[in-house]
């Protein structure tokens, strides 16, 4: 799926993988509206590839893909930048992870009560684990969800 009016949105599959089995990737603008898509993506994702997963493990999992997204947007991409969310679901573990072309990494912060942002991290850390691999031109953050 391609949708040419709002930026290089875009879906892939793998041919070769079962249907259950495959990665699904959703490339879109670095802009603030791209999150309350990836979210909507994700859920979707989920449901349709874990049927029986429980309302905290999708709502898990699209929490961890709001929070790595945002981070993108507001810190791994200029303007005009674009940003990959890919996801993989298998057997009640998922990978969701969030490709930009920045290189510089995030880093948890000490909580704070006075500044506006800098909690996401920590959320993640709370909810799963999460790690960020080097990718050729920038970097890929990533999370894994464990249903429980």
Not at 95 to 109: A, Y
Request: glycine share 8%; with cysteine; net charge positive.
């Amino acid at each position: 799926m391609v949708d040419k009016g709002q930026g290089t949105r875009q879906l892939t599959t793998s041919l070769d993988q079962p249907r259950e089995l495959q990665p699904r990737e959703l490339v879109l603008p670095g802009v603030p509206q791209s999150a309350r898509e990836a979210r909507q993506f994700a859920r979707e994702y989920v449901m349709r590839t874990e049927p029986t997963a429980s309302d905290d493990y999708v709502d898990a999992i699209v929490l961890a893909t709001s929070e790595l997204v945002t981070n993108s947007i507001r810190h791994g991409t200029e303007p005009g930048d674009s940003l990959a969310l890919k996801l993989h679901t298998r057997h009640g573990r998922t990978r969701v992870e969030v490709r930009d072309p920045v290189r510089r990494r995030p880093r948890l912060r000490p909580e704070s009560h006075t500044r506006e942002g800098g909690r996401g991290l920590v959320i993640l850390d709370g909810l799963c684990h999460w790690g960020v691999d080097d990718a050729p031109l920038g970097k890929v953050v990533w999370a894994e969800v464990i249903a429980k």
